[in-house]
C-alpha cells in the first residue's frame, strides 16, 4: 500500500542522515522533496505546498536544529501532519437509529455493492446487528443479482423490487420492511453511473431526502487519485455525505485520494476496502495510516 510514496518519503528523510550538523538548508530540501513525493502520489498541489509550508512553520516553532536529533523531530512532524491531513481522530458510524438507514452513493466498478456486502457483514459480526440489504439500481438487473448473491454469501437479507423503477418507493419499501421483520440497519446500494451525471444526482438526491439517511457514505475508488477527490466534491455538494469509503487500497494506488480528500470536502474517512473478499474491511485510522506511509 502507498509503497512508492513511503519509498520517496524514506529517501527525503536520508537527505538529513549522514549530516554530521544540520542546517536550515538541509531541512528545506527535505521539505522539498516531501512535497515532491506527495505530487508523484497525485496529492492536489496546493494540499502538498500547504503541507510543507505547515510542517516547515512548526520545525521553526520548535527549534529542530537546536533538538538532539532534529531527523526523527522532523519525521514526527510529518507524521502528525499527514494524521491531521486524513482526519484526525477516528470517525464512527451512526447506528442510533432503529432501524439505522445507511445510504451508499458513488460512481458504477467504485465498489459500492462490494461494500454494501463487507458493512452489512461488518455490522452483523462485530457489532451484533440484524441488517438488510437493498438494490436500488432500477438501470441494471445484474446488480440487484449481485447483490442477492453477496447476500446470500453472508446469510443477510436483500431486498428488491425488480419491477419497481421508481427507487425512492424501492427504499422506503424496504425500511417498512425492516421495521416488520425486526432489521436494526438498512443498507441501501443506489445505482451509478460511469460519471457523475445530472439524471444520477437528481436521482440519489430524491433518495436521500425521501428517507433522510442516519449516514450517507461516499464510496470512491482510491486508484482514481485526483478524480476521486473530484467525483467526491460533486457527490457531497449534491448530498452533504457523512463519510468516505476508500476501496481497493489493496491496489497499486498512489495515495492520494486518501491524502487530500479529507481536505476538499472536509468530511471523515471512515472505511477502507482491502480486497475483494467480504471481510476485506478496516475501519479507517489516520494516525495508522500515517504510520504506514511513513514506514
Ligand atoms: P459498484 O459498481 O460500485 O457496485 O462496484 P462493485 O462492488 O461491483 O465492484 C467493482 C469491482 O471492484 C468488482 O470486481 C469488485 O470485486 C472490485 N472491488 C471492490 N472493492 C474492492 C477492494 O477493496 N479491493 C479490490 N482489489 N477490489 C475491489
Redesign the pocket.
Known amino acids: 500500500m502507498f509503497d512508492n510514496l513511503s519509498d520517496k518519503l524514506d529517501k527525503a528523510f536520508h537527505i538529513l542522515k549522514g549530516h554530521g550538523k544540520i542546517t536550515e538548508v538541509n531541512v528545506a530540501e527535505t521539505l522539498k522533496e516531501v512535497r515532491r513525493a506527495l505530487l508523484d502520489a497525485d496529492v492536489n498541489f496546493k494540499i502538498a505546498k500547504d503541507f510543507t509550508t505547515k510542517v516547515k512553520d512548526k520545525a521553526i516553532g520548535q527549534n529542530v536544529l537546536t533538538t538532539l536529533q532534529p531527523g526523527q523531530l522532523l519525521v514526527k512532524l510529518v507524521k502528525d501532519e499527514l494524521t491531521e491531513l486524513m482526519g484526525g481522530d477516528v470517525s464512527g458510524i451512526n447506528l442510533s437509529g432503529n432501524p439505522t438507514v445507511i445510504l451508499m452513493s458513488?460512481?458504477?466498478?467504485?465498489?459500492?455493492?462490494?461494500?454494501s456486502g463487507k458493512l452489512a457483514n461488518y455490522l452483523k459480526t462485530k457489532k451484533n446487528k440484524k441488517p438488510l440489504l437493498v438494490a436500488c439500481d432500477i438501470y441494471r438487473p445484474a446488480?440487484i443479482k449481485?447483490l442477492h448473491v453477496v447476500g446470500e454469501s453472508l446469510g443477510i437479507d436483500v431486498y428488491s423490487e425488480p419491477d419497481n423503477t421508481n427507487p425512492v418507493i424501492i427504499a422506503q419499501n424496504a425500511i417498512s420492511f425492516a421495521k416488520h421483520q425486526g432489521l436494526n440497519v438498512v443498507i441501501i446500494?443506489t445505482a451509478?453511473r460511469l460519471a457523475v451525471d445530472e439524471a444520477m444526482m437528481t436521482e440519489i438526491s430524491n433518495v436521500h431526502q425521501a428517507i433522510k439517511p442516519h449516514e450517507t457514505l461516499f464510496?470512491v475508488d482510491s486508484m482514481t487519485g485526483q478524480d476521486a477527490v473530484n467525483t467526491a466534491k460533486a457527490f457531497n455538494d449534491i448530498l452533504n455525505f457523512d463519510g468516505v469509503v476508500l476501496?481497493?487500497?489493496?491496489?497499486d494506488t498512489r495515495g492520494g485520494a486518501a491524502i487530500s480528500i479529507k481536505t476538499v470536502v472536509n468530511k471523515p474517512i471512515k472505511f477502507v476496502?482491502?480486497?475483494?473478499k467480504m471481510d476485506?474491511i478496516d475501519v479507517f485510522y489516520p494516525e495508522r495510516m500515517a504510520e504506514r506511509i511513513l514506514g
Open positions: 458513488g460512481l458504477q466498478g467504485s465498489g459500492k455493492t462490494t461494500f446488480a449481485q446500494d451509478g464510496v476501496t481497493k487500497l489493496d491496489g476496502g482491502t480486497g475483494e476485506a
